[in-house]
């Protein structure tokens, strides 16, 4: 076999293999398009679901305090959902970090970075105390200096003769 056949084979291989590789792709595309569907059908079930076990507790009034991990996870969510104020206050926050510049987000990054960390809060605070101690002893061994330099220089008075 010379070179171009074995080339052109290879070549056909590579654009089959592709072709399978597109297709299965697509399936998997689609299968995930259904999968995110279902995923959110079945959460706003889920929320529904809860919100009839919450009035049926307050028609019965059985507050035996028994909450497990599902309905504690379904009532932070079924919260969330109900308080509009909430959702305006994250649009309002999201529409007011857009209209920074991006030095002031730098500036708001990093203040949220430094105070969420303790370690962080601790390292700054520190930092200023120690920088607060170099400066004052900066400015206290200058002012040192004047006052001995103006006592070195003291003027005599002069005689008149």
């Excluded at 969330?80 to 994250?90: G, K, T």
Aim: aromatic share 10%.
């Amino acid at each position: 076999m010379d070179m171009l056949a074995i080339v052109t084979s290879q070549r056909e291989r590579f654009k089959a293999k592709n072709q399978m590789l597109e297709t299965d792709f697509q399936q998997l595309r689609s299968s995930y398009a259904v999968l995110q569907q279902d995923n959110a059908t079945l959460r706003s079930d889920n929320m529904k679901l809860y919100e009839r076990i919450k009035f049926l507790q307050t028609m019965t009034s059985d507050t035996n305090g028994a909450d497990d991990d599902i309905t504690s996870k379904y009532s932070t969510q079924y919260e969330a959902h109900i308080d509009p104020f909430s959702a305006f206050n994250r649009r309002e926050k999201h529409r007011k970090y857009v209209n920074l510049n991006s030095a002031e987000r730098v500036v708001l990054n990093l203040g949220k970075m430094v105070l969420s960390d303790k370690l962080a809060r601790h390292a700054v605070f520190f930092y200023s105390i120690v920088l607060h101690l170099m400066v004052s002893w900066y400015c206290t061994s200058l002012l040192w200096r004047r006052i001995v330099f103006s006592c070195r220089t003291v003027r005599k008075p002069m005689r008149h003769t």
